[in-house]
């Protein structure tokens, strides 16, 4: 069974400061993994996804992946605290398609 | 630009009754993909289909649950003779390609209640 790990959280980083957020997977043939937002009572929405080894950026999100060591994280610089919310770490299940979920990190960016 | 369209938002059902969750993909969006989230857990997969056809679904309990997705219309999700576990968020995505790096957008998702 693949699985995806990551702290429950609760996060909490004071507003302007970098919050990292990590995730560790199980399947080392994973190609692309996804990080998506979840405002309590919503749906998720997609933040960054990421599939080559390195860093990613977009905006004040960064998204780094490992293979090696089977690690992908996600950094926000200068938080606020309209980005505290759950963050959910995702990777197909079989190369294509049904995501295999993380339970969430719950970000509380105080201001 | 209508994204994911699901409804009803929230239903409530009583024990014993069928409850039927619909989902409209995205505009030029073949795959579908539904998920329930049960209070303070992540996502789960339940079940992935193409027009007219169930691809994956590995992950819907074998007894009371059903899905399609028809040539015409939306992708339903059925769930017969609800119990009170069977209450959660349940969320329908879409992609256009099988592909592993597509993503996959979510609709609001339907607030299930069973009394």
């Known amino acids: 069974q693949k699985e995806v790990e990551q702290n429950s959280g609760p996060l909490s980083v004071p507003e302007g400061a970098i919050a990292s957020l990590n995730c560790t997977y199980s399947?080392?043939?994973?190609?692309?993994f996804f990080w998506y937002r979840q405002y309590s009572g919503k749906s998720p929405e997609l933040i960054m996804f990421?599939?080559?080894?390195g860093d990613k950026e977009d905006g004040r999100f960064t998204a780094q992946l490992n293979k090696a060591s089977q690690y992908v994280s996600l950094l926000i610089r200068d938080s606020q605290p309209s980005d505290s919310a759950t963050y959910l770490c995702?990777?197909?299940?079989?190369?294509?398609?049904?995501?295999?979920f993380g339970k969430g990190t719950r970000l509380s960016v105080i201001a | 630009n209508a994204g994911v369209m699901q409804n009803p938002r929230h239903l409530v059902r009583r024990r014993g009754q069928e409850a039927r969750l619909r989902c409209s993909p995205m505009?030029?969006?073949?795959?579908v993909y539904w998920y329930r989230q049960l209070p303070e857990e992540g996502l789960k997969f339940m079940v992935y289909?193409?027009?007219?056809?169930?691809?994956?679904e590995s992950g819907m309990p074998k007894e009371r649950f059903s899905a399609e997705f028809p040539k015409e219309g939306p992708s339903i999700l059925r769930i017969q003779q609800v119990v009170r576990g069977d209450s959660a968020a349940y969320f329908c995505?879409?992609?256009?390609?099988?592909?592993?790096?597509?993503?996959?957008?979510f609709g609001p998702g339907t607030r299930l209640t069973v009394l």
């Open positions: 995505a879409s992609s256009r390609t099988s592909v592993g790096t597509d993503t996959q957008y």
């Open positions: 289909l193409q027009k007219e056809n169930i691809i994956d």
């Open positions: 399947d080392r043939g994973s190609q692309s």
């Open positions: 995702a990777f197909p299940n079989s190369g294509n398609t049904p995501l295999v």
């Open positions: 505009k030029g969006h073949s795959h």
């Open positions: 990421i599939y080559s080894n």
